[in-house]
Structure formats: structure tokens, C-alpha cells
């Protein structure tokens, strides 16, 4: 596969709305030791993308400043001492950014399989979501069979991972939208009850059912208390996102009288080994499981890559349920 020596690209010009993303030219880079090259066919678009673009999620030092934290297609070289990938490989890969471009590069270990079955397009949407989902709900938040399970923004690409892989595992999961239809998508991917905030009460809800066992929260602000109120005795919160901002007052004596755990956590700082363990953990437990057609990416929209100003305005605008993506090639 000859590689050129420049690549289209989507740049953050300067921190701003959807209208400072642009397409530039760049030199392809070249993959280190432990490193692949991918020749990206299509890029996952993430609520993250767009906080980068607004100056208020900066990326790791060593990472690419282009946007794009997953993308799809051909292995084009490797790197130094990778044995486990060749070139002309279709994979899928986390990326600590850059994915907004022809040509991306990922640790070998972050790249996992295009699942027998599954398209590039599709396995685009896989990465950011499914290794977020996996390590907050099931390693941090230990999520298991039979346990009630609340997830907030069940239409957001997060909410539909999380909604199908614990239906998968067994628990009964409980989410919230804004919308009716919204609420309806949610059922459909195996959700026993979709609340809509915007009509009914989420806390009451569980608090019916016994509460809570488990939390996943991208919502902060009045949601923090509202979420202690609907938790079970020992249930455990797992905040990954404050999309209503991040401090607000809170009454601890409830986590101390019933035994609540508050954690959170954020995939992109976590270090290489930390990414490449979940990458494992993905292609044992989970891959099967897309495989089997029992868990698919809910696409919503895609984009050419020079139109990822319009991916980012439809993100934002939160009319979309799943993932959105970007065509490159
Ligand atoms: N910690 C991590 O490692 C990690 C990794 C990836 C993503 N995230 C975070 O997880 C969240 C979901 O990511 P995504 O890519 O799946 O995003 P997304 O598809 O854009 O989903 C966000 C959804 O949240 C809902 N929402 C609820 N309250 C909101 C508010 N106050 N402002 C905006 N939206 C609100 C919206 O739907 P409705 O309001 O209509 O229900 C929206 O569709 C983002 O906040 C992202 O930054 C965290």
C-alpha cells in the first residue's frame, strides 16, 4: 500500500463554534515503535470533539491536535516491533486524536478488529463509546446480572452503548431522554422503562422499583443530588461528563447512612497499558457479542469529512440518537 507523503485533514483553526473546523493539508505521519497507520475510511464524531473544538478539553501533550477519537479502516504500515497487525488489516481504533484526517495513527494495542459481519462505517462508531462504556459501567461501576441500572442521555452515543451491552449482561436498565421518540429508540434497544425528563421524574421512577444499583451520568449539576436520591442502599454513581456543569450542593450524610460509592473517570488521559487492557477486554467479552448480531452501533447521520463543521452543529444540536459519523474516503 503506498502511502503519500501529505493527507486531507479537519483542523480546530482556533476555539469556537462548528464554523472554526477546516479542511487543511498535512503531512502523513509516521507510525513509532508500537504504533499503527491507519488509512481511515470513516471517523466516529463524539460529544468530546466538540468540547475540544470549543477550547474547553485540550489533548494529551503527545497526542495529535486534529480532532477524531476513533476511527475505521486499512492497516497502512506499522511501526517498530508490531507483530499483531499487518498492513491491509481492517481494524477499528481509539485514538488519542487525529481521526479527522486521511491517514491516523494508534497504539497497535488500541486497535481491535472490524467484527466479522460489520462494516467500516459502523466500526467507526465502536471505539470511543464501547471502551467508556465498558470500563465505566462494568470495571468501575460493577455492573452485574439483575441489577437495576440507570443510564442518563440513552440516545446520546454513549446511552445506546450502554443500554444494549447491560441489557446484554443481564440487568434491567432504566434511562432518560428528552423527547418521546427518543424514549421510544431507547426501548427498542432494550431498555425496560425510558424516561422523559422533560414530562416525569426520573427519581420517582426508580424509587418505585427499589432504586438505582448502578448510575451512569453525563448530566451533572441538579442531576448529582437528584441521582443520590435515586440510588438503592450501596448503590454507586459513575459520573463521566457535567453537560449541566459540575458543582452544585450536595447533602453526604445519604452516601454515608446507605453506603453509596461516587466515582467517575476519563478514558483519554488514562495511560496506554489502562487503554490497552480494555482493548482486550472488548475483543473477549464483547466482540462476540457484535458478532452474534446481538449489539450494533445505532447510526444516526454521516457526513463527508469536509462537512464536519454541519457533524459537529448536529451533535450539538441534540436531535440525533446514536452516532453520527464522517466519511473520508
Ligand atoms: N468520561 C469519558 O471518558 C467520556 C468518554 C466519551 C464521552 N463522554 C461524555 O459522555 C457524554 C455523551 O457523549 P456522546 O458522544 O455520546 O454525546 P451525545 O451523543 O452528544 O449525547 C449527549 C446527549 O445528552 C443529552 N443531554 C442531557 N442533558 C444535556 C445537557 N444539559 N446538555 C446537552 N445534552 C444533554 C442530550 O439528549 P437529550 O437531552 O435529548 O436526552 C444529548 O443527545 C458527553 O458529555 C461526553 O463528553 C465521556
Known amino acids: ?114 467484527p466479522k459481519g460489520m462494516g467500516l462505517r459502523e466500526a467507526a462508531c465502536l471505539p470511543e463509546t464501547f471502551f467508556t462504556v465498558w470500563t465505566n459501567v462494568f470495571e468501575r461501576g460493577g455492573l452485574t446480572a439483575g441489577e437495576r441500572f440507570l443510564v442518563h442521555g440513552g440516545s446520546s452515543g454513549i446511552g445506546t452503548t450502554a443500554i444494549q451491552l447491560a441489557h446484554a449482561f443481564g440487568a434491567r436498565v432504566f434511562t432518560t431522554a428528552g423527547s418521546a421518540e427518543k424514549c421510544t429508540a431507547c426501548l427498542t434497544l432494550g431498555a425496560e422503562r425510558a424516561v422523559n425528563y422533560r414530562e416525569e421524574d426520573f427519581v420517582a421512577v426508580l424509587k418505585a422499583e427499589g432504586g438505582a444499583n448502578l448510575i451512569l451520568d453525563m448530566v451533572g449539576g441538579d442531576y448529582l443530588p437528584r441521582n443520590v436520591q435515586a440510588l438503592a442502599d450501596d448503590g454507586r454513581l459513575v459520573q463521566i461528563a457535567f453537560l449541566s456543569g459540575p458543582k452544585v450542593e450536595l447533602n453526604f450524610a445519604q452516601v454515608m447512612a446507605r453506603r453509596l460509592t461516587i466515582t467517575g473517570s476519563t478514558l483519554r488521559p488514562q495511560s496506554d497499558l489502562a487503554k490497552a487492557r480494555i482493548a482486550r477486554a472488548l475483543r473477549e467479552t464483547v466482540w462476540p457479542l457484535i458478532e452474534a448480531g446481538r449489539i450494533a452501533p445505532v447510526m444516526d447521520s454521516e457526513f463527508p469529512l469536509a462537512e464536519a463543521a454541519a457533524a459537529h452543529a448536529r451533535i450539538e444540536s441534540s436531535g440525533h440518537v446514536g452516532k453520527i459519523v464522517l466519511k473520508v474516503r
Open 1 to 114: 500500500m503506498a502511502v503519500p507523503a501529505t493527507m486531507r485533514a479537519v483542523e480546530i483553526t482556533k476555539p469556537g463554534g462548528p464554523e472554526v473546523l477546516a479542511v487543511c493539508e498535512r503531512r502523513v505521519p509516521v507510525p513509532q515503535a508500537g504504533q499503527v497507520l491507519i488509512e481511515v475510511a470513516f471517523a466516529g464524531v463524539n460529544r468530546p470533539d466538540a468540547l475540544q473544538r470549543a477550547g474547553a478539553y485540550a489533548p494529551p501533550p503527545s497526542a495529535s491536535p486534529l480532532p477524531g477519537l476513533e476511527a475505521a479502516g486499512r492497516i497502512a504500515a506499522v511501526g517498530p516491533g508490531v507483530a499483531e497487525w499487518k498492513v491491509g488489516d481492517e481494524v477499528c481504533a481509539l485514538l488519542p486524536g487525529g481521526g479527522y484526517a486521511e491517514y491516523a495513527l494508534a497504539p497497535a494495542a488500541h486497535a481491535l478488529p472490524v
